[in-house]
């Protein structure tokens, strides 16, 4: 996953200027490596240290809310609908202040789990309304070749994940592990799908 990760950034920074919506994906990538390597220090140290723990619980908390305004902003661009586009600023607003008071309010124990099923909330508006406006504009050009398509699909796949990983972390026990490490799939598809929105040629921006 580190190895698909890194490729995607490097990927990313390549094509940086080919689509102005998607220049925040570079630093997403960025900061899913940091987390990463934040969570490598964890494992090599010593079991019992608090430090490593805080830090890396740190880092998986605001990968998520960082995360969600990502993916809640490229949603943002490609959607036409003034009504929708003010609904969708609400919605990233609330559920942002949400995943914060989640965090402060769990601190210094672990919240991700309950703000991965945050996300997976805040990100279902979103994704419906884009799919909504894909199903009824009259739009000639052919969904392959839409990058916007491409990002949403992969969000939406990442929304899988985060519903399969908390439901395994409540409900398989022991097996939550193996799930962890099946769910993480997912994110690969990802990346892959983000590189792949890049390959296509630009659709008109949307102003805000």
Known sequence: MILITLIAFIFSLRHYGRHRAFRIIPYYFGFFLLTGALEFYRYISPRVDPVADMVDTTGAA???IFEFCVFSLL???YITGAGRRLVLKLNTGIFFIAEIFLYLRAFPRNPVISMCKLETVGLVLPCGFYLYEV????????????PSFWIVSGI?????YNACLTASMMYLGRFSDG??????FFYCILFVLFMRAYKCPPEERVAF
């Open 179 to 184: 799930a962890y490490a099946f769910a993480i």
């Open 135 to 146: 199903f009824t504009n009259m739009n000639t050009k052919a969904l392959k070749d839409r």
């Open 75 to 77: 949603i943002l661009h």
């Open 62 to 64: 605001m990968l998520t």
């Open 156 to 160: 939406i796949y990442q929304t899988v």
